[in-house]
């Protein structure tokens, strides 16, 4: 790649348990991944082979037992954690809202932590809102338990985005909502990532979204990255838990087009 990565991962080792060797799960083994400024990246895999430990791992959440990440040119070992991690959005699953919070005080909690006034916060509380599509004056003040779990989701969201990251990481951000509702955040999530400029990490279950949604798929298995590229080139690819992924979308895609011919054809 010509250009510096934003984000770059060589040799990445990162094992738990205890003990030396019997006892101990690699979840990642010796994973490079170069991912460029602006990139949408998908990391997709099986349950358990790696995923979110990998994510972890670029913002230390957890620390690599060897290799090297680095972000924005500097190995994040020696940079310091709470500061890394104010530059690097973090969304997952369970959306992680403070459920005694309104939403405005949820997305305040960064802005707050750094020291914004009361009326920069206001005001991007309120661009925020604009950002994620919630309505301003319906959703400002209202607890996580009433808002829909896509509601909630776009809180999440704006939250990560509070103090205007250049990265944004995402452990199955959309897994938990009903298949539409993933599919309207996941096109809504991929027009904020472009119009802000934004680097993303997204790991999914869903490989199809994957397939939709990011420029480049890593696919994760046993701790080791199996492959990566753009959809049409893993598409080419001979390993067979790539062709397993895979399986699914190419069949929903086959049923729909029997189910629904193209109009050019009739
Ligand atoms: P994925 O996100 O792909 O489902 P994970 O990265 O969560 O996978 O986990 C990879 C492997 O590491 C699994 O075997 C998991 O049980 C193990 N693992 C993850 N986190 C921990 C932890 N904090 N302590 C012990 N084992 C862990
Ligand atoms: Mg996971």
Redesign the pocket.
Known sequence: MALTPLIAYAHVVKS??NGHDAGR?M?VDDVSLDIAAGEFVAIV?A???????LLRLANRLLDADSGRVVVEGADVRDVDPVGLRRRMGYVFQSGGLFPHLCVADNIAITPRLLGWTAAEIAARVDELLDLVRLDRSLHRDRLPHELSGGQQQRVGVARALAARPRIMLMDEPFGALDPLTRDILGEDYRALHRRLALTTVM?THDTTAALLLADRIAV?RAGQLVALGRPAELSNNTDPCVAELLRTPRRQAERLNALLPGESTG
């Not at 349950?47 to 430990?53: I, L, V």
């Open positions: 738990f348990g799960v979840a895999g349950s358990g082979s790696g995923k979110s430990t790991v994760m």
